[in-house]
């Protein structure tokens, strides 16, 4: 049998449980075109599977991503009789070390905005107002990407100061309210973009493309990338990558930590609060926040000592 073939019934038993199986889906039709959609699912050997998990570059978490679609294929491969074994790799190689976020200051914040609004070489597809709102929402909300390029304009309620985010990941939907600060901004920005002629249905993007479509995501973040480095912001940590997007994400989250610790709120209480705003599926998912930045280190230290004296503890 075809590999294409198997590889299609395959992605529709997964979705048939119900499942988004969107990121894998991806992998196995990328699988598919490097080996040939003519080809037998029985004449896949091991050193076309290996040359596809290796890719060009080196060894990242993708190739972990990239096998453990592989693993659930041909499980289901070899248990409905359509191959004899499995030619994925015996021996795994050691995972890298994991991707450390990059959590932006207030002075990064304020130049990625400022860049983002002057910005125009390559502008192409995307407004320089609409990116620059919608860097901010990302950080003032802390929803990911994905979920913020698309809501409609039926999603955001400006009048209740609420975001409906729809069937997420992990297919969750919430409510996020909007602070007075954003929702001002995001106010002026709605009127704008009503007044430059962007389309108003209720499922019309509310963070549209020049054509008035939904923005696509890796236009998104080529336009970023470039926004980033025209305003020279940069690891000097030595992590693998250069600050992303989606670390927006993290910095709400660590600055909402920080001020926690700063207005006295008893973090641990309010952390489940968190978890369930930021959309994640367990508590173990929003404790990786956690990590400890310099800002964050600087007022646990503070709180453990005005504990520490209330107590009467001695050196």
């Not at 499942?19 to 598919?32: I, P, Y």
């Not at 659930?72 to 359509?82: E, H, N, S, V």
């Not at 997007?245 to 006295?264: C, K, N, P, Q, S």
Request: aromatic share 10%; glycine share 8%.
């Amino acid at each position: 049998m075809k590999l294409q073939a198997i590889v299609t019934q395959y992605v529709a038993f997964r979705k048939s449980l119900g499942e988004g199986f969107r990121s894998n889906e991806q992998v196995l039709k990328s699988f598919c075109h490097a080996l040939g959609d003519r080809l037998d699912v029985g004449e896949v050997q091991a050193a076309q599977v290996d040359a596809f998990l290796a890719g060009t570059g080196p060894l990242t978490s993708r190739w972990y991503v990239k096998y453990c679609a592989l693993r659930g294929f041909y499980r289901y491969a070899l248990t409905r009789g359509y191959v004899k074994g499995s030619p994925l790799p015996v021996v795994i190689p050691k995972r890298p070390q994991p991707l450390v976020p990059y959590v932006y200051s207030r002075e990064d914040l304020r130049r990625l905005l400022d860049g983002a609004l002057r910005y125009q070489k390559h502008r192409g597809q995307l407004e320089p107002f609409v990116v620059q709102t919608l860097l901010l929402f990302i950080y003032a909300t802390g929803l990911r990407v994905r979920e913020s390029l698309t809501l409609t304009l039926g999603d955001v309620d400006l009048r209740e100061r609420l975001v409906t985010v729809r069937q997420s990941k992990f297919f969750k939907s919430r409510l996020v309210p909007l602070g007075p600060q954003l929702m001002k901004a995001l106010a002026n920005y709605a009127a704008r973009c009503e007044g430059a002629g962007y389309p108003q249905g209720s499922g019309s993007p509310f963070f549209p493309a020049r054509g008035g479509g939904p923005i696509n995501i890796v236009t998104l973040q080529a336009n970023f990338a470039r926004n980033r480095k025209r305003a020279d912001i940069r690891r000097v940590d030595g992590g693998r990558y250069q600050p992303r997007i989606h670390d927006l994400r993290h910095t709400f989250a660590v600055h909402r930590l920080v001020a926690w610790y700063r207005e006295g709120a008893e973090v641990q209480r309010w952390l489940p609060h968190l978890s369930v705003y930021l959309g994640h599926a367990c508590l173990a998912s929003t404790s990786v926040y956690l990590s400890m930045t310099p800002e964050l280190l600087t007022q646990a230290s503070m709180r453990f000592e005005k504990h520490a004296l209330k107590g009467g503890l001695h050196d």
